[in-house]
């Protein structure tokens, strides 16, 4: 390239985009801006930084005083913030990335990167086990991350036929690991004993931060356009996890979770009611053939090496 690639990244102060930002900063032919809703800490001195949410007419703006070449969206909600819900949850996901399409279509953007999520499969019984990306897209409409990750990829399918001269990248990730990452899921492995569902492994695939920044960089550059699974080699299932971690795992059945959730949600004793047992017992396991075969990239960590890391930086 004789100019610089423009590349503006929403949500980019999470984990995985200051990953992101680290390796694009590296680069003297790439000019970044790095969006959020409020300042990114640790930012490289050589990227610009502009306020964004993704909500408003931001994307608009940014995206036509820019100009960038590819756009790498990552502003997404896993676990909406105390005193908010499924509606703030809707807007960032689906208002968010519909503003911000939009604005990549109406001012020439070349690529749209995308990180959806393997919850847009959803968690049903009848899932291939492992999950490849012609499978359907059929995110649960009870459990908002997943739905909403169902209406994004539904939204991108009709401007794929509608606007083809936007390339798009779309990574429909796994469990995402980094270094201390402290989370709703996270939250399942420290407890003292795990909970487990008879019946049910419950299998997690795991990328690590680094991998994931290394597959946006790839997509940014050289990677073809198309959709992707991503997770490392492998997966865990509930016994997997106990041995790592030398903990005890206590059984139950599916029917007394189901019971036990369906009182105390109405009772204000658990934001979780009994249609989250699906979460358990269905877990998307992914396929990452085509990420290796025809994206071009090899995961450097399986899903076990990567949650060894986690699990040692968070000391248990």
Known sequence: MTDKCRILVTGAGGLVGKAFLKLAS???????????????????????????????????????QFKPHVVVHLASIVTPPKGTGRDFAYKVDVIGTKNVLQAAIQYGVKRIVVTSSGAAYGYYADNPVPLTEDCQVRGNEE????HHKRL???????????????????????TVLGERTDNQITALF?????????????????????????????????????????????????????????????????????????????????????????????????????????????????SAQVFALWQKSMNL
Do not use: C, H
């Open 143 to 146: 459990f908002p991350y997943s």
């Open 26 to 64: 590296e680069q003297s032919n790439f000019e970044v801006l790095a969006t959020d809703i409020g300042p990114i800490k640790g930012l490289p001195d050589n990227i610009r930084y502009e306020s964004m949410d993704v909500t408003s007419e931001d994307p608009d703006r940014l995206v036509s």
């Open 152 to 174: 994004v990829e539904e939204m991108l399918a009709t401007a794929r036929d509608k606007s083809p001269a936007l390339e798009q990248v779309v990574f429909r990730v796994g």
């Open 190 to 302: 420290q407890k003292p004993k795990l909970l487990g569902l008879k019946g049910f492994e419950s299998p997690f695939v795991f990328i690590w931060t680094e991998d994931l920044a290394r597959i946006l960089f790839r997509a940014v550059k050289e990677g073809p356009a198309g959709i992707y699974n991503v997770a490392g080699d492998g997966a865990m299932g509930i016994s997997d996890l106990a041995i790592a971690m030398q903990k005890k795992i206590t059984w139950i059945p599916s029917w007394v979770v189901k019971a036990g959730l369906a009182i105390a949600k109405p009772l204000g004793l658990s934001q979780y009611g009994p249609e989250q047992v699906r979460f358990l017992q269905y877990r998307p396991v992914l396929d990452n053939k085509k990420l290796k075969e025809v994206f071009g990239y090899i995961p450097e960590k399986t």
